[in-house]
């Protein structure tokens, strides 16, 4: 495997990337990793490093990259709903500089994968979408997810047991947490978005931040290539995203119309923090793209 990192031009700013070129490709589907908020080409835990390390041994071509004004690039940052330009100028790179590939897988973690369904799914060369712990946060949604979730589990948990009778816990402050939650989760929202197959009557980037889970509905709706959601087990962000797959007409019509295959990797947290957790990531991933 070799590593090579260079520079290439995004609207006149200077960003960094690596590409990871195996010594005996299996495929013509590049995987391009795109990060989730304001992280760099290495991730939480350098889980992008060795997703793309384990992927390329593989034989899947990889590139990793900076968005405008992030880690080692020039620039300033969009934020995760405008990277379309980035995501798609870097995959334009990664097929320049490795013409080998035909088509492209692109792996999103958290906002990344909702950057995957806001534009990116829109480049013709993207025949795969990998989205991992979607983010749809709300703040409705996450209150619903505390409730439903966390407080359940941490009653099953010994500790908060011995914490509590050890008078070690603020049970006032857990009671004002928990009630704080249940009114949030019952104040009324904006509603859910329609039918999945609208399409939305402005350009992505007119659109507001509050109905981005709707546009993103929208861009799996229109996106023909194959689709694998890998959930962690423990992790609020991923609950989230199933609660809104059960609550939202849309979304709970389209995972059931289309064939979306799904994994999801048990005990682990949203970052996949340990070495076995990312192992699971990164083998779930390669397995998927070399599947036909």
């Not at 299996?26 to 391009?32: E, Q, W």
């Not at 013409?99 to 480049?123: D, F, K, M, Y």
């Not at 076995?276 to 998927?288: G, N, V």
Request: glycine share 8%; net charge positive.
């Amino acid at each position: 495997m070799t590593e090579t990192a260079f520079c290439f031009k995004i609207a006149g700013d200077e960003v960094v990337g690596i590409i990871h070129t195996p010594d005996r490709p299996t495929t013509d589907t590049g995987l391009l990793i795109i990060v989730g908020g304001p992280q760099y080409r290495i991730g939480a835990h350098r889980q992008y490093v060795h997703l793309a390390r384990h992927c390329a041994a593989a034989g899947i071509p990889v590139m990793r990259f900076d968005y405008r004004g992030i880690g080692d690039s020039t620039g300033h940052y969009p934020g995760f709903q405008q990277v379309t330009p980035d995501i798609h100028a870097a995959i334009d790179e990664f097929l320049n500089r490795c013409p080998a590939i035909r088509t492209v897988a692109v792996w999103g973690l958290c906002e990344g994968a909702s950057a995957c369904l806001l534009g990116t799914q829109e480049h013709q060369a993207v025949s795969r979408l990998i989205l991992v712990n979607p983010w749809v946060r709300s703040d409705s949604g996450e209150a619903r997810a505390y409730v439903k979730h966390y407080y359940l589990a941490r009653l099953k948990q010994p500790q908060f047991w011995n914490k509590l009778f050890s008078g070690k816990l603020d049970l006032g402050q857990a009671i004002r947490g928990f009630l704080s939650n249940l009114v949030r989760m019952f104040r009324p929202a904006p509603p859910l978005s329609g039918t999945p197959l609208q399409k939305p009557k402005t350009s992505a980037t007119e659109k507001t931040t509050e109905d981005f889970s709707a546009r993103m509905c929208e861009g799996l709706a229109r996106f023909s290539g194959r689709v694998l959601l890998i959930q962690s087990e423990r992790d609020l962000v991923a609950r989230e995203f199933d609660d809104l797959i059960r609550r939202s007409p849309s979304w709970r019509t389209l995972f059931k119309t289309r064939k979306i295959d799904r994994v999801d990797i048990a005990e682990t947290d949203h970052t996949f923090s340990s070495e076995k957790w990312r192992q699971a990531a990164a083998e779930t991933t390669s397995r998927w793209i070399l599947s036909e």
